[in-house]
């Protein structure tokens, strides 16, 4: 089968891809020591396999395992692209200002868009990702309500010039992202390809062997109604998710929402007193020293939304959510006040600050309502007041949801507790509106010849996050255990003593035998001590190793062993290729 290569351990698919390869010809340099940059688990083990190496701060070379790897990610997404009417193009990296301000991000964007010059001195930018130019071409390439639905996607680096890029492919500058676009002539074909594109993201993570959870998200800066973030669950993630352990109810935590959280109203039949307070400028000390429940306090923040001072008040015992202030500000973002603002806006410091009389604009969250009256700033440092009342002492503007949802926080829907886990952002569906078409005039003709705009879905993937989510996921102390859909080859072949013509000899039909079945084989043919050999082929994580040694032949057999849970069969010579292709097929058929 396949096409020959002049390398005698090479095996080829009739396509011309590798099947099976030796170690020795690879660029797979394996260390013992991660360098001391890498801070997470799947960083150190993708460098110390040889996966990836580091070129510049969060810019990264694939080597030939890694990308190996990351091929199969990618075809994994191509497939369920495919399956669900997506076409694939490729858009130009580099992208012409001109387009950026049309939209407007040319302002919006800030420091993390990598803006250039060319020798003519006009302006482009290296594309974070890619709106504006499919929308420029579908306003040009788009007549009629013929041409609808359609959903582009392409797979392709992205340049985000990320304020701290870490964790090694986890959060680079320069990364590979799957992002497809659709475009719908009403909002319930836009609500359509939403949702065939998020059964298509839970195909993929599936396939790829990952643990994950769709959830509920903000849909931020790119603008949009709604949105879910498709997560992998990890201690080391950099997302935190509220779960409800009852019913499906799943939420970033910058968007999740509860039911009114415990809390004991104040009293209201207690007059305003101004009590002397010493040092207690936050509120731990200030309700140990008034012997108050933090919950009781009313905390009262200074923030600036775009220049504009709002005073947020929340109850002492929880913290404000800034993505659901930003929301009540209408998108401005608020930023907390220095002290010196502070003292230049309200006279007092943060500590002090007062409701009562203030000439601010007041946001309060809900369960500063269900308080009615506690212990607030008296506007003067070292005192506050006891029994502040709402209405009586001082007025609050609106009342919102503010508060940034507990563990043991009462489920929305339900009313269970929820449990928050921290969760890898791997993929993200947006139903984007009319956001990008009315900004860019980007329309159809209906059936009447009324021109209409387009209204528009974005979906990304990150590939090289989602490879690290998986070495995150899946690693034990020796090193990477690669999901099976997801390992650079499926089958380790170690022959120990690969000078001995019969461990040879047995090597190589073992090799035919496995890529004849369409199994993917690595060849550890170095002259090595087993021990380095076990030792590499366990930091490299691939799924199942075949060992054939002196020892095991003379018994006429080959030890077969599971990567994951370390089980180990003793198979006939004879059967070792068909009991390997049955373990393989059975774990991607799981997957
Ligand atoms: P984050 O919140 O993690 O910064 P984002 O919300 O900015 O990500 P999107 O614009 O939704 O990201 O991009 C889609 C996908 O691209 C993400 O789900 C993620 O998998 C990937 N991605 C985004 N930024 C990076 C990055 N800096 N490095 C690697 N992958 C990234
Ligand atoms: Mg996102």
């Known amino acids: ?49 040889g996966l990836i190496r580091r070129l510049a701060s969060g810019i990264y070379n694939y080597l030939p395992m890694g990308l190996r790897s990351l091929r199969k990610v990618e075809r994994i997404i191509r497939g369920e692209m495919n399956r669900f009417g997506a076409r694939e193009v490729l858009l130009a990296a580099v992208q012409p200002a001109e387009l950026w301000k049309e939209s407007g991000r040319w302002d919006q964007f800030g420091p993390e868009l990598l803006r250039l010059k060319d020798r003519n001195d006009r302006d482009y ?105 498709f997560m992998v669950l990890a201690e080391s993630g950099e997302d935190s998710v509220a779960f409800c352990p009852a019913c499906s109810y799943a939420a970033n935590l910058e968007k999740a929402q509860s039911l009114p959280y415990a809390l004991t109203p104040g009293e209201t039949d207690l007059p305003l007193v101004k009590a002397h307070t010493p040092n207690c400028r936050h509120v731990p000390e200030l309700a140990r020293f008034l012997n108050v429940k933090e919950e009781s306090i009313v905390k009262s923040l200074l923030f600036l939304a775009e220049g504009e001072p709002v005073l947020a008040l929340i109850p002492g015992h929880r913290e404000i959510n800034p993505v659901k202030l930003r929301e009540a500000l209408d998108g401005r973002e608020p930023i907390l006040a220095t002290p010196e603002e502070a003292e230049r806006v309200m006279g007092v410091p943060m500590g002090y600050v007062t409701p009562v009389g203030a000439q601010v604009r007041i946001l309060a969250d809900l369960g500063v309502a269900r308080l009615k009256s506690g212990v607030a700033g008296a506007g003067e440092k070292d005192y506050h007041y006891l029994n502040a009342q709402i209405d009586r002492d001082f007025k609050v503007n609106e009342f919102v949801d503010l508060s940034l949802v507990e563990a043991g926080d009462p489920c929305p829907e339900c009313g269970e507790a929820l449990t928050i886990k921290r969760g890898i952002e791997v993929g993200h569906v947006f139903k984007l509106g009319l956001k990008y078409s009315k900004a860019m005039g980007a329309t159809f003709a209906g059936p009447d010849g009324t021109e209409a705009p387009l209204v528009m879905g974005c979906y990304g993937i990150g590939l090289g996050r989602t490879l690290a989510a998986a070495a995150e996921q899946n ?59 076990f030792k590499d082929a366990d930091l490299l994580g691939l799924p199942l190793r075949a060992t054939v040694s002196e020892k095991s032949l003379a018994k006429g057999q080959v030890e077969i062993k599971k990567r994951a849970d370390r089980t180990v069969v003793d198979v006939p010579v004879a059967e070792a290729a068909g009991e390997l292709k049955k373990l393989v097929d059975a774990a991607l058929a799981l997957s």
């Open 1 to 49: 089968m396949g096409i020959n290569c002049h390398d005698p351990w090479t095996r080829l698919d009739p396509h011309g891809e590798v099947l099976g390869q030796r170690f020795s010809a690879y660029l797979a340099p394996t260390l013992k020591e991660a360098p001391a940059e890498a801070e997470i688990v799947s960083h150190k083990l993708m460098i110390r396999a």
């Open 125 to 229: 930018v290296v594309g974070p990702t890619h709106e504006e130019v499919i929308t420029d071409i579908i306003r040009r390439e788009v007549r009629s309500f013929r041409d609808l639905p359609l959903n582009l996607f392409q797979i392709q680096t992205k340049f985000r010039d990320e304020i701290r890029p870490r964790f090694g492919l986890m959060r680079g500058r320069e990364f590979i992202m799957k992002d497809a676009y659709s475009f719908d002539a009403d909002d319930e074909g836009a609500d359509r390809s939403y949702w065939d594109m998020f059964k298509a993201y839970q195909n993929v993570f599936k396939r790829c062997g990952l643990s994950f959870a769709a959830v509920e998200a903000n849909s931020g800066p790119i603008g949009g109604s709604f949105s879910h973030e």
């Open 475 to 533: 690693h034990d102390q020796d090193g990477l255990i690669w999901p099976m859909a997801l390992a650079p080859f499926q089958v380790g072949l170690l022959p120990l003593q690969p000078k001995n013509p019969k461990v040879w000899a047995a090597a190589f039909n073992l090799l035919d035998r496995l890529t004849a079945l369409g199994v993917e084989v690595l060849v550890d043919d170095r002259d090595e001590r087993p021990g380095v050999k």
